[in-house]
């Protein structure tokens, strides 16, 4: 028994440090925490509230159900809404409501149900996100990782931004 618990713990080391191989940039550090919460929340009915951007589906689903009804973007603003693609990773895609723009790629979010294990389901606040597209254009990130207390290698892409402003309703008084 002891020696399964060595040689898992050994493959466990060396998935890790593989893992870290897959990037040319190493961890980025910045701490923050998440909140006590009473139960399992995720992140759409999370950034809804949040945002006040009323949208339904998965996260991956809220970049074409935006349009023609609030502003879409490449560029964040606080209170936006950053939408991640579905892909092997994110079987769901993911949203995050952006709490406040660093840099031109660097922005803080809040957003629910990002981490695995024990954290899973809860709400996580000013987390960092890194853009890391060729383009500057936030269409490639990479996100705070909480196991790891830095930013993750793994890099997820992105449409982009929702801004909570509403096209419809201007639309409408224009009739």
Same mark, same amino acid.
């Given at each position: 028994?002891?020696?399964?618990?060595?040689?898992?713990? =050994? =493959?466990?080391?060396?998935?890790?440090?593989?893992?870290?191989?897959?990037?040319? $940039?190493?961890?980025?550090?910045?701490? #923050?925490?998440?909140?006590?919460?009473?139960?399992?929340?995720?992140?759409?009915?999370?950034?809804?509230?949040?945002?006040?951007?009323?949208?339904?589906?998965?996260?991956? @689903?809220?970049?074409?159900?935006? =349009?023609?009804?609030?502003?879409?973007?490449?560029?964040?603003?606080?209170?936006?809404?950053?939408?991640?693609? $579905?892909?092997?990773?994110?079987?769901?895609?993911?949203?995050?409501?952006?709490?406040?723009?660093?840099?031109?790629?660097?922005?803080?979010?809040? #957003?629910?149900?990002?981490?695995?294990?024990?954290?899973?389901?809860?709400?996580?606040?000013? @987390?960092?996100?890194?853009?890391?597209?060729?383009?500057?254009?936030?269409?490639?990130?990479?996100?705070?990782?909480?196991?790891?207390?830095?930013?993750?290698?793994?890099?997820?892409?992105?449409?982009?931004?929702? #801004?909570?402003?509403? $096209?419809?309703?201007?639309?409408?008084?224009?009739?």
């Amino acid at each position: 028994m002891a020696g399964f618990i060595l040689r898992f713990g =050994l =493959l466990a080391l060396a998935g890790g440090l593989l893992s870290a191989c897959g990037s040319t $940039r190493g961890p980025i550090s910045a701490g #923050h925490g998440y909140e006590a919460s009473d139960g399992y929340q995720s992140c759409v009915p999370y950034a809804r509230a949040r945002s006040g951007i009323d949208l339904r589906g998965d996260g991956w @689903q809220w970049w074409d159900a935006a =349009l023609g009804r609030y502003d879409r973007g490449q560029q964040p603003r606080p209170g936006a809404v950053l939408v991640l693609q $579905r892909s092997s990773r994110l079987r769901d895609g993911h949203v995050a409501v952006v709490s406040r723009v660093e840099g031109p790629r660097q922005i803080r979010v809040d #957003h629910a149900n990002w981490a695995s294990g024990g954290l899973k389901g809860r709400v996580a606040r000013e @987390q960092l996100v890194v853009d890391v597209s060729p383009r500057n254009d936030w269409s490639a990130v990479r996100v705070w990782y909480p196991p790891i207390s830095a930013v993750g290698n793994t890099v997820f892409p992105a449409y982009g931004f929702i #801004h909570p402003t509403r $096209r419809w309703a201007s639309a409408a008084l224009v009739d």
